[in-house]
């Protein structure tokens, strides 16, 4: 006869806390955790290791020690964690804010910006605006290549949009098991173009001793069908004067190098 091995704590304890979010999938998907090998934590078939332990723990605003507690007091516990959230309701309130207004955003752009990272040169990215749930996601899309310094970054950032008060508000983070985040706030089309966007994006340099910095921005919008794939390849950097930026971003960038704040 076959003995069923018993849960441990842990997994126990990590079922009664995905029960606390939409899904066990978006969950993997946000924290960047591969499903299969997560089903097995909360099966009890496997253990994390402790750097994983630690990120599941902090997900859910916890110390990795506390998925070993009885049941009674990891339940206490997971409720007072999740408390203060309740006290941050009107932040969760403020996406997508006007989303009738923001529904004319909808749709692929090419994103320019000059980044305190590469120095001189304007970052070129690929960005997506789309309607899930209520909300407007954004998504997008980075890739840089320097064959000089052996430098091949592909990076990924997820948020959330809003439109308050005439102004679109992005707020992005990078995936993986150290994300960063970035703000971006944009002034709608003028009444004569529906091409542009300009505006303010703010971030920390990888580069730079991760020093935070702020720069002009320009999204050039490709409407809801583009041709992707020309558009991914585009991204890039790409130094000021170049003639594969157009123009009207050249002039815009082109005085506004990236200030660095902090102590």
């Known amino acids: 006869m076959t003995m069923l091995r018993r849960p441990t704590p842990f997994a126990e304890n990590l079922r009664r806390a995905c029960a606390t979010v939409p899904s066990v999938s978006q969950f993997c998907r ?9 089903n097995r934590y909360i099966a009890g078939q496997s253990r994390p290791s402790a750097n994983n332990q630690l990120r ?10 506390d998925f070993d507690l009885s049941r009674e007091r990891f339940d206490a516990l997971l409720a007072r964690r999740r408390m203060p959230a309740a006290q941050v309701e009107s932040l969760d309130d403020a996406f997508p804010g006007d989303i009738g ?3 004319r ?4 752009y ?9 120095p001189g040169r304007i970052v070129c990215s690929c960005a997506h605006l789309r309607e899930q749930d209520g909300r407007v996601v954004v998504t997008t899309l980075e890739r840089i290549e320097d064959p000089e310094s052996g430098i091949r970054q592909r990076s990924r950032y997820n948020g959330l949009a809003a439109y308050r008060r005439g102004r679109i508000f992005v707020t992005e983070r990078t995936r993986g098991e150290a994300p960063t985040f970035g703000q971006t706030i944009l002034l709608p089309f003028e009444i004569h173009q529906r091409l542009y966007l300009r505006g303010l994006t703010m971030g920390v340099s990888w580069r730079k001793d991760n020093q935070p910095y702020a720069s002009r ?3 050039r919008c490709h409407g809801a069908r583009p041709d992707i794939r020309k558009l991914i390849r585009a991204c890039g950097t790409y130094p000021l004067a170049s003639a594969d930026v157009p123009s009207v971003v ?6 506004a190098q990236p200030l660095t704040t902090g102590r």
């Open 30 to 38: 946000e924290h960047g955790f591969n499903r299969q090998q997560f």
């Open 56 to 65: 599941i723990a902090a997900a859910f605003a916890l110390d990795p020690g």
């Open 101 to 103: 207004e923001l529904r």
């Open 105 to 108: 955003y909808l749709g692929f």
């Open 110 to 118: 090419q994103t320019w910006h000059v980044s305190l990272s590469w």
């Open 217 to 219: 921005m320009m999204w």
């Open 250 to 255: 050249t002039n815009y960038l082109s005085d």
